[in-house]
């Protein structure tokens, strides 16, 4: 990782080695930069308090190696990324406003995505996550996480069932509830249906009717100006003298065809002479069929008022025109057929309800089983796990439970609460040592006990779960002694099957890393790209000496640090 501007951090590059990997320094130095860089690489939020002060923005970059095969690969295609050389390139940045831009292979993409790569990728775990355990959802997810497919395909066929009931349950309530509201508009609605029927309009019949009102409105004024017109063009046949313009046409097309034969251009002149008097002719035509046709009726008049009337009475109250008022109605009836059906609608969705309450049941039983069987696996394994983290005394064991509710579903003859995730309370429980009683590990686990049992669950979730690489912020917190001893020892096994990077202040923890990484402030308070060493050798010592008493340069803790390298080489 290249982090620049990022809280003490002015430019530094993290190398990240396969195995184990132990960043150290003093308190204050910036250790816990690199686990918040890794975490916003990884979709975690952005915080413009994070950018260095007098910074525009802070960068974080990564390459991170995903096999071609793995889903992290394949969603990140989907994406549009491209992998170079077998690695994902991401970036990160955080402008001094707030604002958070995330780029991948390449890429412009939402920080979302990043964080569903995450979970392919990384297991990220602090003190905030200890907390985490400590709820009892998180715990029954980690139970669920471990038992698999057993508890996978159970859960998600009762989801499905219990989104439906929830939507049956829903739907029920509004109908019986509103029964009076739904009685009402049903009356509303028939009434505006019956009003519609018994004026039976027609599509368009307002727009007709419009026009023929217009008509009739106007009829003798309509009929004198055709009269007129038809004259004009085809003259009056009592009238000898008068000359219309069809007479005044046919006239000049005389007296070109007499010379049409000796110029062609003239001829197509004549030509459309005759066509303008064939076209005068059939508008005096028409113009004399309109006249005698048109019907100044007064009493289709007052009938074609008196429906307009009606109609009108319709668009007031159903819509702007017939077209919108028979829209409305076609609507309406479809919703009036639904709720003239609620008591058939109540019948099936009660019996429906009834059903799926019932299958519920059945389903919450198979998963009650499931959890029941994984979780005497799971806490055997995370006792185990334990034993080899200097508890070997510890207990760990799961209470799984049920809630009386007389509202819920039936599970093995009791009507228990039920939720999402099925009817089970899940408890991790923790005897610390023989004769002490299980108690809820939030009660009865001390930090550095409960600091244990989180990283065996981890260990436990690497042989069934595993990702490629797991981050423990200061996991170690509230451990001293063999303990942490122990712990370095069980962090060097787990890095043989994945990479696992620890920001730790145990020496113990630091001694058993293949490599160690030191985080050192220079004399100005910020951590530049010479701040992040590989330590080796001499240098190694001294930070180790440093870990163990706060002074490098004494043969004391000289000579334990180097026995703490000698341990974890044997170990290895």
Same mark, same amino acid.
Not at 88 to 102: D, F, M, N, P, Q
Not at 209 to 227: F, N, P, T, V, Y
Not at 552 to 560: C, I, L, M, V, Y
């Given at each position: 990782m290249r982090i620049r501007s990022l809280g003490v951090i002015d430019d530094a590059v993290v190398e990240l080695s396969p195995g184990f990997t132990a960043v150290t320094g003093e308190t204050g130095a910036g250790k816990t930069m690199v686990v918040t860089s890794l975490g916003l690489l990884l979709g975690g939020r952005a915080d413009a308090a994070l950018v260095r002060i007098g910074a525009r923005s802070a960068v974080v970059e990564g390459r991170i190696t995903v096999p071609e095969s793995a889903a992290a690969a394949a969603r990140a295609g989907e994406a549009g990324a491209e992998l170079d050389d077998g690695a994902?390139?991401?970036?990160?940045?955080?402008?001094?406003?707030?604002?958070?831009?995330?780029h991948l292979g390449g890429r412009s993409v939402p920080v979302g995505l990043l964080a569903e790569l995450a979970d392919d990728l990384v297991a990220v775990h602090g003190q905030t996550d200890q907390q985490g355990l400590l709820k009892q959802s998180r715990q029954r997810q980690a139970l669920d996480r471990y038992a698999g497919d057993a508890v996978a395909g159970p859960l998600a066929k009762y989801t499905e069932a219990y989104k439906r009931l929830r939507a049956v349950a829903t739907e029920l309530e509004e109908i019986t509830t509103r029964a009076r509201e739904r009685a009402q508009e049903a009356d509303l609605l028939r009434f505006?249906?019956?009003?519609?029927?018994?004026?039976?309009?027609?599509?368009?019949?307002?727009?007709?009717? #419009?026009? @023929? #009102?217009?008509?009739?409105?106007?009829?003798?004024?309509?009929?004198?100006?055709?009269?007129?017109?038809?004259?004009?063009?085809?003259?009056?046949?009592?009238?000898?003298?008068?000359?219309?313009?069809?007479?005044?046409?046919?006239?000049?097309?005389?007296?070109?065809?007499?010379?049409?034969?000796?110029?062609?251009?003239?001829?197509?002149?004549?030509?459309?002479?005759?066509?303008?008097?064939?076209?005068?002719?059939?508008?005096?035509?028409?113009?004399?069929?309109? #006249?005698?046709?048109?019907?100044?009726?007064?009493?289709r008049l007052a009938a074609v008022e008196e429906r307009r009337a009606a109609l009108t009475g319709l668009t007031r109250k159903y819509g702007p025109d017939i077209a919108a008022v028979l829209a409305w109605a076609e609507e309406s009836a479809a919703r009036l057929t639904d709720l003239e059906g609620d008591d058939e609608r109540i019948g099936e969705l009660t019996a429906e309800r009834d059903g799926l309450r019932a299958e519920l049941g059945g389903l919450a039983q198979t998963l009650s089983q499931a959890r029941t069987e994984a979780a005497e696996r799971f806490a055997a394994a995370v006792t185990g796990e334990l034993a080899s983290l200097a508890m070997p005394h510890a207990r760990v064991s799961f209470d799984i439970r049920q809630t009386e509710d007389p509202d819920g579903v039936e599970v093995g003859g009791r009507t228990v609460a039920h939720g999402p995730s099925g009817v089970d309370e899940v408890?991790?429980?923790?005897?610390?040592?023989?004769?002490?009683?299980?108690?809820?590990?939030?009660?009865?686990?001390?930090?550095?006990?409960?600091?244990?049992?989180?990283?065996?669950? @981890?260990?436990?979730?690497?042989?069934?779960?595993?990702?490629?690489?797991?981050?423990?912020?200061?996991?170690?917190?509230?451990?001293?002694?063999?303990?942490?001893?122990?712990?370095g020892r069980r962090l060097a096994q787990l890095a043989k099957s994945a990479q696992v990077v620890v920001v730790t202040h145990l020496p113990q923890v630091a001694a058993f890393a293949d490599r160690q990484l030191l985080v050192a402030k220079t004399h100005d308070g910020t951590v530049t790209r010479s701040g992040v060493k590989v330590l080796e050798?001499?240098?190694?010592?001294? @930070?180790?000496?440093?870990?163990?008493?706060?002074?490098?340069?004494?043969?004391?803790?000289?000579?334990?640090?180097?026995?703490?390298?000698?341990t974890a080489r044997a170990d290895g």
């Open positions: 994902l390139l991401i970036s990160r940045t955080v402008s001094a406003e707030g604002r958070s831009r995330a505006g249906l019956d009003e519609i029927a018994a004026v039976e309009p027609r599509a368009g019949e307002d727009v007709e009717l #419009a026009e @023929e #009102a217009e008509r009739l409105g106007h009829a003798e004024a309509l009929a004198s100006a055709a009269s007129v017109a038809h004259a004009a063009l085809a003259g009056n046949p009592e009238d000898l003298e008068g000359v219309d313009a069809g007479t005044l046409v046919a006239g000049a097309q005389r007296a070109l065809e007499a010379v049409r034969a000796h110029d062609p251009a003239l001829a197509a002149l004549t030509d459309r002479i005759a066509e303008v008097g064939i076209l005068l002719r059939d508008v005096a035509g028409d113009l004399a069929g309109y #006249a005698d046709d048109l019907d100044a009726d007064p009493l408890e991790l429980l923790l005897a610390p040592h023989p004769g002490a009683p299980p108690r809820p590990i939030a009660k009865g686990a001390s930090g550095g006990e409960l600091s244990r049992v989180m990283l065996a669950v @981890e260990v436990v979730f690497a042989g069934t779960d595993p990702v490629p690489t797991y981050l423990f912020d200061e996991v170690d917190a509230g451990v001293g002694g063999k303990a942490a001893v122990e712990i050798g001499e240098d190694r010592i001294r @930070e180790l000496s440093r870990m163990l008493a706060g002074q490098e340069d004494s043969e004391t803790a000289r000579a334990h640090a180097e026995e703490l390298l000698e």
